[in-house]
């Protein structure tokens, strides 16, 4: 999935700077859409990290809260003999 969202914005960056040197036309609808769509896949991928990063944070304090908390072991006292 990244590497094929990679190539797209390579190829978008590409022809984008290469029409941008030949031609002082602004983009065509069909730009201005993809544009518009990798704009939305990288908003979506951010919100799904967010997400990912709230489900790992929230086991982590699980975890914290279900191990037993450890005392010091008990010092044996020494009998006179």
Not at 15 to 23: E, M, P, R, V, Y
Not at 44 to 53: A, F, N, P, S, T
């Amino acid at each position: 999935m990244r590497s094929a969202l990679g190539m797209v914005l390579s190829l978008l960056l590409f022809s984008s700077l290469g029409l941008a040197a030949t031609k002082d036309e602004p983009p065509d609808r069909e730009m201005l859409k993809m544009m518009e769509l990798l704009r939305e896949m990288e908003m979506i991928k951010q919100m799904e990290m967010l997400r990912d990063m709230q489900v790992v944070e929230s086991g982590v304090d699980q975890a914290k809260n279900s191990m037993p908390q450890k005392f010091p072991p008990a010092k044996k006292k020494e009998t006179i003999k």
